[in-house]
């Protein structure tokens, strides 16, 4: 394991205090990409997945106000638990692209339920490039959701300008 960044080190240092067992950590950022991937591995994890990903979310928050704190210009950090962020991103495209093609049969807009800003990023990302199809994120705070809009919905031009 190579040395760790200061948020690594902090998300280290919170999963010790946590005592939950033995885990190793390792880190990935991409040039191409803002984020900072903190990969946990180990009996540790299965603690920390017996929470639902409220757990491994609410590290994940820390992590980040932790490392705004360090720099204003710090990367967004994401907690993998035993690689489930993997598993989690393919869950969301399929979703996202069985919703367009929902929204494309219907010509009607079709809302996801509520998800976290990186769920709603991984939506919004997956159908950028989709022809005919936009999203847009609605609501407020926990309840925050992405709709899908076929063109010809009413809300598409709204949804079109949101992308850009």
Same mark, same amino acid.
């Given at each position: 394991?190579?040395?760790?960044?200061?948020?690594?080190?902090?998300?280290?240092?919170?999963?010790?205090?946590?005592g939950l067992g033995n885990f190793e950590i390792s880190e990935n950022s991409e040039e191409s990409s803002d984020l900072l991937v903190v990969q946990l591995r180990g009996s540790a994890c299965s603690v920390l997945g017996a929470g639902g990903v409220r757990t491994s979310e609410a590290l994940q928050l820390l992590a980040n106000q932790a490392a705004k704190q360090a720099s204003v210009d710090a990367d967004r950090v994401v907690i993998d638990v035993e690689g489930n962020a993997d598993e989690r991103e393919d869950s969301l495209t399929a979703l996202a692209g069985k919703a367009a093609d929902r929204a494309s049969d219907s010509g009607?807009? $079709? *809302?996801?339920?509520?998800?976290?800003?990186?769920?709603?990023?991984?939506?919004? $990302? *997956?159908l950028r490039d989709t022809?005919?199809?936009a999203t847009m994120s609605m609501g407020e705070g926990r309840y925050r959701q992405v709709l899908i809009v076929p063109e010809g919905a009413s809300e598409y031009g709204d949804a079109q300008a949101s992308q850009s």
């Amino acid at each position: 394991m190579g040395e760790l960044s200061a948020v690594g080190s902090f998300v280290q240092g919170a999963v010790e205090r946590m005592g939950l067992g033995n885990f190793e950590i390792s880190e990935n950022s991409e040039e191409s990409s803002d984020l900072l991937v903190v990969q946990l591995r180990g009996s540790a994890c299965s603690v920390l997945g017996a929470g639902g990903v409220r757990t491994s979310e609410a590290l994940q928050l820390l992590a980040n106000q932790a490392a705004k704190q360090a720099s204003v210009d710090a990367d967004r950090v994401v907690i993998d638990v035993e690689g489930n962020a993997d598993e989690r991103e393919d869950s969301l495209t399929a979703l996202a692209g069985k919703a367009a093609d929902r929204a494309s049969d219907s010509g009607r807009s $079709v *809302a996801l339920d509520p998800m976290n800003s990186r769920d709603r990023r991984i939506v919004h $990302v *997956a159908l950028r490039d989709t022809a005919k199809i936009a999203t847009m994120s609605m609501g407020e705070g926990r309840y925050r959701q992405v709709l899908i809009v076929p063109e010809g919905a009413s809300e598409y031009g709204d949804a079109q300008a949101s992308q850009s």
